[in-house]
């Protein structure tokens, strides 16, 4: 339930601030006093489209704050439990802001939120039907959406099973779309693949062969320098003459001459001695080294030509041996899965057709229910209109074959349209083609009559749908709000007293001008104050005494006709 809203900002509003009650909520006012505003204004804090131009004159940003109550709103719970978004004492905060720059900030909660979140939040606390929102009965595609809405604790959960149904069939249909393609495809792409795989399985690359010969090759190319090296540092240490090895030698033989005369000149002698024996295995490691040592250009010729080899692997299938690699195993699991198409396709079509069979026994069943709760629509809906004066009206909910090639779509296989004939004589037609605004008005306000037990919306807002009704009419659809009201929140925005005079709280929207700037206010109502309005309503003067006593007589009748209907 809508327990208050605050505007700032909005068109001719400099600041609002509205508490609304529960039951039937009624906002009235002059031609251009500022209704529509308030209502623009619920549509821009629940998430719809909006442009700068709602920022009123002179102001750098307009801003909307909703409060609601969502005790028993446990769809919207649900939602805000998806979003991470917590609700204490079950009190809801909604707002939005927009600035010139065109910079929209939403918040859930306090919770920065986008539009997107904002409005799936707000669909399950308010439903709000314009003078021009009754247009979508004129469309076709929507005429199921009512009927499901209509029968939904039989329908949607078979519904829901069949469209857990078609997502199997939509992904194995795509999935046997694709992949596949002509015989002629497949052995172009199966010849392309083996190519590649046997080109680089015939190099027989190693992981890491190519920094080995990457390393061999520096030895290679530095033989000559190595060799000068390593003999000249074999003779430094163990040539002929005066070398290193024997030149320590001789000094630890020295030292160890002298060793038992102070503890210094043995350590001497041990460093000596282990500097010996250091040398003496580096002098091996170096005959060993120039031992091995040789220069073998046909080797060097090899190790390029083995590059050079990788090289080209690397530029066609990749930047690095690892990535060559990879390549070929990729290559081999799609070689795999085209030599293996024709059992993959004929696997595919197997659950295609055991998917295909499973859905439509559940659409005949689905169909079934849909045509037993279009009888009891039907009758339901013939009942609304009479009701409300349409008692020749003759309503039909025709189903049609679908143009869909037999293949199973979202939803079911059902294609239906609601049929109106609203004079007697006159055959049925779709709406778009019989029925008036009046009547659309009508037919709209008896679908949310015959919903409201079933509808889990908390809030429902009525923007001046009474447009073309009047006199005995117009009590009637005053009527069916307040019953609508019983189980739900109704706020109306109407300029007919006979549905003003049955509202339980009264809303006067007034616009004044102190020559500077126009204001809109909104003043709530108490009981004389509903009469004076009620009887400007009706003779544009609320000072009319016969105005006034008809406006006492007409709202007391109301109050009456309200405790009957609601047992009190």
Do not use: W
């Not at 659950?351 to 079934?368: G, I, M, V």
Request: hydrophobic residues 45%; glycine residues 8%; contains cysteine.
């Amino acid at each position: 339930m809508l327990q208050r809203l605050f505007i700032e900002n909005v068109a001719l509003i400099e600041r609002l601030d509205i508490e609304f009650h529960a039951g039937f909520n009624v906002l009235s006012g002059e031609t251009g006093a500022g209704k529509s505003i308030i209502i623009d204004a619920v549509n821009f804090v629940l998430g719809e489209r909006a442009s700068r131009e709602l920022i009123r004159h002179g102001a750098q940003k307009t801003k909307v704050e909703a409060v609601f109550d969502i005790a028993d709103c446990g769809g919207t719970k649900a939602v805000l439990a998806e979003q991470g978004i917590d609700c204490e004492d079950d009190t809801l905060f909604l707002s939005r802001e927009l600035s010139l720059a065109g910079k929209n900030l939403c918040r859930v909660n306090g919770i920065l939120t986008s539009v997107t979140i904002l409005k799936a939040v707000s669909d399950t606390l308010v439903d709000i039907h314009g003078q021009h929102e009754h247009q979508s009965l004129l469309a076709p595609e929507n005429h199921i959406a009512f009927l499901d809405a209509y029968a939904h604790a039989e329908i949607l959960p078979i519904r829901d099973e069949l469209n857990r149904i078609y997502g199997e069939f939509a992904a194995l249909r795509r999935e046997r779309l694709s992949g596949f393609g002509s015989v002629a495809e497949r052995e172009r792409q199966i010849d392309i693949l083996k190519y590649q795989i046997n080109e680089i399985g015939a190099a027989g690359i190693e992981k890491d062969e190519e920094d080995a010969l990457q390393a061999e090759k520096t030895l290679l190319v530095n033989a000559e320098r190595i060799m000068l090296a390593v003999e000249t540092a074999y003779e430094q240490l163990n040539g002929e003459g005066s070398s290193a090895t024997a030149a320590v030698d001789a000094a630890r033989h020295n030292m160890e001459s002298v060793s038992g005369y102070a503890k210094e000149y043995a350590e001497a002698a041990q460093k000596l001695a282990d500097a010996y024996y250091a040398l003496e295995d580096v002098g091996y490691a170096l005959r060993d080294m120039k031992g091995g040592l040789e220069f073998d250009p046909q080797r060097l010729d090899q190790i390029e030509m083995r590059l050079e080899t990788l090289s080209d692997l690397k530029r066609k299938y990749g930047g690095t041996i690892a990535e060559v690699l990879a390549f070929e195993q990729e290559a081999q699991e799609k070689l795999d899965a085209l030599l293996q198409a024709d059992a993959r396709a004929a696997k595919l079509d197997e659950k295609l057709a055991e998917a295909k069979k499973r859905y439509f026994s559940l659409a005949q069943r689905l169909t079934a229910l849909r045509e037993a709760a279009a009888e009891r629509l039907s009758g339901d809906v013939l009942s609304q209109l009479r009701a409300l004066g349409m008692e020749k009206a003759a309503f039909r909910v025709a189903f049609a074959a679908p143009q869909d090639n037999g293949e199973p779509q979202e939803n079911g296989m059902d294609a239906l349209e609601f049929l109106l004939s609203a004079n007697p004589g006159e055959p049925l037609k779709p709406l778009a083609k019989v029925a008036s605004g009046g009547e659309l008005s009508r037919i709209m306000l008896g679908f949310k009559a015959i919903f409201a037990d079933n509808d889990r919306i908390g809030t429902l807002i009525f923007d001046e749908i009474d447009t073309g009704i009047s006199g005995r009419i117009a009590g009637t659809v005053g009527e069916k709000m307040v019953g609508i009201a019983g189980a739900h929140q109704v706020i109306c925005v109407t300029h007919l007293p006979q549905i003003a005079a049955l509202a339980d709280v009264h809303y006067l929207v007034e616009k004044t001008d102190d020559g500077m700037a126009t204001h809109v206010a909104v003043r709530l109502l108490d009981l004389d104050g509903k009469y004076r309005r009620i009887a400007q309503m009706m003779d544009g003067s609320s000072d009319s005494p016969l105005a006034l006593e008809h406006a006492k007589t007409l709202v007391d009748k109301a109050e009456k006709a309200k405790k009957i209907r609601r047992g009190s």
